[in-house]
């Protein structure tokens, strides 16, 4: 490689007018001359000056922390540029895996279990039939005990659905309504839309590359997509694990399983490369005002970015585990849940939180506040939910019904039932339930997956709940009855459901390589 002093003119030039500093940028055109480059012309990308020093960082700090195994060791010390380094190593190497369960390996865990009964169909007639009886009794069993749930728990009334109340026809997805997007070269784990432009979609891989998706009306058109290249990445594992759209759908960030956030334009360029964090990002948010980012990592911190920096505003250091999910309150208050069982609640600017909640009994894998900001539910592997709000250091209601972890949920959009707030919640029993958040009342219980529920999605108008699961089937549930309205059977888990903005278009994110696109969604 060969670097020219008028490349890197031509680059400071470039940085100079994107700062704003108009009369140093006139003098250093007229001293280095870049006027006369050959290079004036040259489509340069905005932070490319900031995003080349950052990367000749990391390659430092690479190179100092690599032992003779060819191992980079983890220090505590951050790599400054304008500092010497006094390196304070750990012990550990970024190739270690963390030694509590976090979403990944939960991840990784279905999928062993998705081979081990892969290899259990390939054996004999005889093991076939035998290992299907055996599954059949333990679907039978988990819908029983949601029966008898249902009849002993006082706070699960007694309409609740089962499965013997829904339609005895099913109605499957038109196959002409359905789009296949190929392109990743590894499992699809995140998708958003975009809130403005319905028709573009992001996807978040482990190819180490998420892609914006332009989807077409019709299946037989040509999907047209921009790859978001996420290399050279920390450590072996190449996860793009979270993404998320600014409220104008001009900017999307991503999270990686290395630890860096990247922002990028619309158009797939790189703004700003992000890596204060020391471990795995699992959730990414942007306020509502689109001036903050918010990111919850395995390093056990939280971080508030300036997008238009791509500089930390300032690191929240509270919990003691992995943070396995954020949310924003409102433009300057967020939400943190934690495998230490925590939920924190913080405000920029103040150093010490304004609510430390433990209730729980187990990780807390996520949190979201209600859309009027009022209220915060939370879900756990202690087979619980929570409602939670500021005026109370206690759950103001506790959600009792799954059988087995409950891995997410969500509230239903700006929507009531009755003068009800309506939350769903996803579990590991293979249900999905609906509930009166403030009463702690269920409402329905959805069953018609086989495996743990991983993500669901309302509708924009609560009309609609998806629900995706690793036991590859996406099914779309009318929220008014409980009745199950479609189903589509994919090639792989489903990892991440979402419905567009107008509501037209359901994207699932599945574990063989592919998105998944239902048009028509409102007929």
Same mark, same amino acid.
């Given at each position: 490689?060969?670097?020219?002093?008028?490349?890197?003119?031509?680059?400071?030039?470039?940085?100079?007018?994107?700062?704003?500093?108009?009369?140093?940028?006139?003098?250093?055109?007229?001293?280095?001359? #870049?006027?006369? %480059?050959?290079?004036?012309?040259?489509?340069?990308?905005?932070?490319?000056?900031?995003?080349?020093?950052?990367?000749?960082?990391?390659?430092?700090?690479?190179?100092?922390?690599?032992?003779?195994?060819?191992?980079?060791?983890?220090?505590? #010390?951050?790599?400054?540029?304008?500092?010497?380094?006094?390196?304070?190593?750990?012990?550990?190497?970024?190739?270690?895996?963390?030694?509590?369960?976090?979403?990944?390996?939960?991840?990784?865990?279905?999928?062993?279990?998705?081979?081990?009964?892969?290899?259990?169909?390939?054996?004999?007639?005889?093991?076939?039939?035998?290992?299907?009886?055996?599954?059949?009794?333990?679907?039978?069993?988990?819908?029983?005990?949601?029966?008898?749930?249902?009849?002993?728990?006082?706070?699960?009334?007694?309409?609740?659905?089962?499965?013997?109340?829904?339609?005895?026809?099913?109605?499957?997805?038109?196959?002409?309504?359905?789009?296949?997007?190929?392109?990743?070269?590894?499992?699809?784990?995140?998708?958003?839309?975009?809130?403005?432009?319905?028709?573009?979609?992001?996807?978040?891989?482990?190819?180490?590359?998420?892609?914006?998706?332009?989807?077409?009306?019709?299946?037989?058109e040509a999907a047209n997509?921009?790859?978001?290249?996420?290399?050279?990445?920390?450590?072996?594992?190449? *996860?793009?694990?979270?993404? *998320?759209?600014?409220?104008?759908?001009?900017?999307?960030?991503?999270?990686?399983?290395?630890?860096?956030?990247?922002?990028?334009?619309?158009?797939?360029?790189?703004?700003?490369?992000?890596?204060?964090?020391?471990?795995?990002?699992?959730?990414?948010?942007?306020?509502?005002?689109?001036?903050?980012?918010?990111?919850?990592?395995?390093?056990?911190?939280?971080?508030?970015? *300036?997008?238009?920096?791509?500089?930390?505003?300032?690191?929240?250091?509270?919990?003691?585990?992995?943070?396995?999910?954020?949310?924003?309150?409102?433009?300057?208050?967020?939400?943190?849940?934690?495998?230490?069982?925590?939920?924190?609640?913080?405000?920029?600017?103040?150093?010490?939180?304004?609510?430390?909640?433990?209730?729980?009994?187990d990780e807390v894998n996520?949190?979201?506040? *209600?859309?009027?900001?009022?209220?915060?539910?939370?879900?756990?592997?202690?087979?619980?939910?929570?409602?939670?709000?500021?005026?109370?250091?206690?759950?103001?209601?506790?959600?009792?019904?799954?059988?087995?972890?409950?891995?997410?949920?969500?509230?239903?959009?700006?929507?009531?039932?009755?003068?009800?707030?309506?939350?769903?919640?996803?579990?590991?029993?293979? %249900?999905?339930?609906?509930?009166?958040?403030? %009463?702690?009342?269920?409402?329905?219980?959805?069953?018609?997956?086989?495996? /743990?529920?991983?993500?669901?999605?309302?509708?924009?108008? /609560?009309?609609?709940?998806? %629900?995706?699961s690793f036991d590859e089937?996406?099914?779309?549930?009318?929220?008014?009855?409980?009745?199950?309205?479609?189903?589509?059977?994919?090639?792989?888990?489903?990892?991440? #459901?979402?419905?567009?903005?107008?509501?037209?278009?359901?994207?699932?994110?599945?574990?063989?390589?592919?998105?998944?696109?239902?048009?028509?969604?409102?007929?």
């Amino acid at each position: 490689m060969v670097l020219t002093s008028e490349e890197v003119n031509i680059i400071i030039y470039k940085y100079l007018q994107e700062s704003g500093f108009r009369h140093t940028s006139f003098a250093f055109q007229y001293e280095s001359q #870049v006027e006369k %480059s050959a290079y004036r012309d040259t489509h340069i990308q905005p932070g490319a000056l900031i995003n080349i020093i950052h990367k000749g960082l990391q390659f430092m700090e690479i190179e100092a922390h690599m032992n003779e195994e060819g191992e980079l060791m983890e220090c505590t #010390v951050p790599f400054s540029l304008l500092e010497p380094h006094h390196c304070e190593l750990t012990g550990n190497t970024f190739n270690t895996k963390p030694v509590r369960t976090t979403k990944r390996q939960r991840k990784e865990t279905e999928k062993k279990q998705q081979k081990e009964r892969e290899k259990r169909a390939r054996k004999d007639v005889g093991d076939d039939e035998e290992s299907i009886k055996e599954e059949n009794e333990t679907v039978k069993k988990v819908i029983k005990e949601d029966e008898d749930m249902a009849e002993s728990n006082p706070i699960i009334p007694a309409n609740t659905t089962s499965e013997s109340s829904l339609p005895t026809k099913i109605t499957e997805v038109d196959p002409d309504d359905v789009i296949i997007l190929k392109g990743h070269k590894s499992e699809v784990f995140s998708c958003a839309w975009n809130p403005v432009t319905t028709s573009l979609l992001a996807s978040g891989s482990g190819d180490a590359t998420a892609r914006l998706w332009h989807v077409p009306e019709d299946k037989n058109e040509a999907a047209n997509s921009i790859t978001l290249n996420h290399l050279p990445n920390l450590n072996d594992n190449k *996860d793009v694990t979270t993404l *998320d759209w600014n409220p104008t759908g001009t900017l999307l960030v991503t999270g990686s399983y290395d630890g860096q956030a990247r922002i990028w334009t619309q158009k797939g360029q790189l703004r700003f490369v992000m890596a204060q964090h020391r471990g795995p990002i699992f959730s990414l948010k942007w306020n509502m005002k689109g001036d903050l980012i918010l990111s919850g990592s395995a390093d056990t911190t939280t971080i508030v970015w *300036d997008p238009e920096t791509g500089e930390m505003k300032q690191q929240f250091e509270h919990h003691m585990l992995a943070i396995l999910d954020v949310d924003w309150m409102d433009n300057t208050t967020f939400a943190s849940c934690s495998s230490d069982r925590t939920i924190y609640v913080c405000k920029i600017g103040q150093t010490k939180p304004l609510k430390k909640w433990v209730g729980h009994e187990d990780e807390v894998n996520a949190v979201r506040w *209600d859309p009027s900001g009022q209220y915060l539910a939370s879900c756990s592997d202690d087979m619980t939910a929570k409602i939670w709000s500021l005026s109370s250091d206690k759950p103001i209601q506790q959600i009792k019904g799954h059988t087995l972890q409950i891995y997410t949920l969500q509230w239903a959009p700006n929507q009531q039932k009755d003068g009800a707030k309506i939350l769903a919640t996803a579990s590991f029993d293979s %249900s999905v339930r609906l509930w009166d958040a403030l %009463s702690g009342t269920c409402l329905y219980v959805l069953n018609n997956h086989t495996e /743990a529920v991983y993500s669901i999605s309302f509708s924009p108008d /609560a009309s609609l709940l998806a %629900s995706g699961s690793f036991d590859e089937v996406l099914n779309v549930w009318d929220t008014k009855d409980g009745t199950l309205k479609k189903t589509y059977k994919a090639d792989g888990g489903i990892f991440e #459901v979402h419905f567009s903005k107008n509501g037209e278009k359901l994207a699932a994110c599945t574990s063989n390589k592919q998105v998944v696109i239902l048009n028509h969604m409102n007929k």
